[in-house]
């Protein structure tokens, strides 16, 4: 991530183009993260206060279903 944001300095682009690149960076940061979460076991999402069947759930969104507040 560092690599990202010190790439921003010394190539600059307009803010569309960062700001596509940020969502693009988001969008993979979310498909890896709910990838994980499916392949967690029951102990361990027990130990962050997740179910099964939420975790499930969550790792079926697709990559443009998130909460509002995390496009703002």
Do not use: C
Request: proline residues 4%; without cysteine.
């Amino acid at each position: 991530m560092l690599r990202f944001i010190s790439l921003l300095h010394v190539f600059p682009t307009s803010a569309r183009k960062i700001s596509l690149l940020t969502r693009l960076v988001a969008m993979d940061r979310t498909y890896r993260d709910r990838r994980g979460l499916g392949q967690l076991d029951h102990d361990r999402l027990s130990d962050i206060g997740v179910t099964s069947q939420d975790a499930r759930v969550e790792s079926s969104k697709p990559l443009w279903n998130v909460p509002q507040y995390w496009t703002r």
